[in-house]
């Protein structure tokens, strides 16, 4: 009986295997109508709205899918982009020469019409900000606002207003705005350590004054450095296409979240050419949070000049295959206190702080972020090779200076060596 039983179910899978097959290779849209209405119940019944976003695809309430599309992504994270509108006067004669060379055509600059008179000609720019709190702030680029005179925000909704410079980062070329409205449209943060290379991404801004555009591409390569846009670097590379004006615009994922702000393109004409660059939301939420809280952001110092071991000059300089040359050294600073001399070799750092671990060095890239994060005051133990013998030096970490030059071009022409 038994026997009879299992043959009877064998014979039963062997049939629908049989049917499923011939389906499957005669009508596959059957399959495919079944698998996608299961789906979208499932989506529909863990989260109901009006439209629903699975990495890329989008699909109505009423279970109608449109295939590959951004829709949700642009309708969620567009409101939050603003055009950031920045303007200086230029009343010498010296800055008109400027304003000329600069190809400004005083004649017919809008700037020119809203904000003054022909007796004050203005230099003017035009960015990008994100809404990044219902409180009113703003995160753009520093170069979108550097020396601005007057500031004036433009929603998406088509609200207008003047905004407050809170205070601006060159060293990461970040500013934060605030503007005085109520009902504002607050981007979401993503995390970035969700994010892998190849990964959809949007960017949105204002790309010539042509009015909020939405592109799309993918995340080319994470961390970018030694690249001279800003003292710290650890840029997000997108393929997106992002031109002038698109500055201090959002880099969102499929799903409409913040992974950065846009700063720059590399480009011999001013246009895109697919590689563009974002300044990681990591990055920015620590600048805003310390530009709120003081108005300024306060980093660690100890005053070196450093320099990779395997630039081409130096690669047969060492045995060593890890750390950073120093090449100079600032007199009375806090790394000449401690006895640090050119030549040295930096392999590693180790915070006195709540006895952090050691910290490898590989760049002085590394060395200058784990250096910016500890605390003006505190000590650490700089590990060190001296003439190949290995010496520990203990440093007091001062603050660093504010940066005596101004913001670099968005347009990467030369690449500069970062100082510490």
């Keep these: 009986m038994l026997k009879r039983l299992w043959l009877l179910f064998a014979q039963a899978v062997t049939a629908l295997l049989a049917v499923f097959f011939i389906v499957a290779t005669l009508k596959p849209e059957w399959i495919y109508a079944v698998t996608k209405r299961t789906s979208i119940a499932s989506e ?14 989008s699909c109505n309430s009423d279970h109608s899918c449109k295939g590959m599309s951004y829709a949700y992504a642009a309708e969620k994270a567009a409101p939050s982009v603003v055009k950031v509108f920045s303007s200086t006067e230029a009343t010498t004669p010296k800055a008109l020469m400027v304003l000329k060379k600069q190809g400004q055509d005083l004649l017919f600059d809008p700037f020119f019409e809203a904000y003054g008179s022909r007796k004050k000609p203005q230099s003017a720019h035009l960015g990008s900000g994100v809404i990044v709190s219902g409180k009113g ?14 500031i004036e925000v433009i929603l998406a909704d088509g609200r207008q207003t003047p905004a407050k410079l809170i205070g601006t980062d060159a060293e990461t070329d970040l500013s934060v705005l605030k503007i005085d409205l109520e009902h504002l449209p607050v981007i979401h943060f993503g995390e970035l350590k969700d994010v892998r290379i190849g990964d959809v991404a949007l960017a949105i801004g204002n790309p010539f004054g042509v009015g909020q555009t939405v592109t799309m591409g993918i995340i080319s390569a994470l961390g970018r450095n030694d690249l001279g846009i800003s003292t710290f670097e650890n840029l997000i590379q997108t393929d997106a296409p992002i031109n002038p004006g698109n500055s201090g615009g959002a880099l969102v994922d499929v799903q409409g979240n913040l992974l950065g702000i846009n700063t720059a393109i590399y480009s011999r004409s001013g246009g895109s050419l697919g590689i563009g660059f974002a300044i990681p939301i990591s990055t920015a939420s620590e600048v805003l949070k310390s530009i709120i809280a003081t108005g300024t952001v306060t980093r660690g110092w100890i005053g070196v000049e450093l320099q990779n071991i395997y ?3 130096n690669h047969t300089a060492t045995i060593n295959p890890s750390g950073v040359i120093v090449s100079g050294v600032l007199q009375h600073g806090p790394a000449a206190k401690a006895g640090v001399a050119t030549g040295d070799l930096i392999i590693g750092i180790t915070p006195h702080t709540k006895k952090l671990s050691r ?15 500890m605390q003006p005051g505190s000590k650490a133990t700089l590990h060190l090779l001296r003439k190949n013998k290995p010496l520990n030096l203990t440093v007091t970490i001062g603050r660093r200076p504010a940066p005596q030059r101004g913001t670099q071009s968005t347009e990467i022409e030369e690449m500069e060596e970062d100082e510490d």
């Design 44 to 57: 529909a019944n863990i989260k109901s709205a009006p439209l629903l976003s699975l990495r890329g695809f």
């Design 137 to 150: 702030y703003i995160l753009t680029d520093a170069h979108v606002v550097n020396g601005a005179d007057h």
């Design 311 to 313: 630039s081409e000059q």
């Design 359 to 373: 910290k490898t060095v590989i760049s002085h890239n590394q060395l200058l972020e784990l250096v910016a994060h």
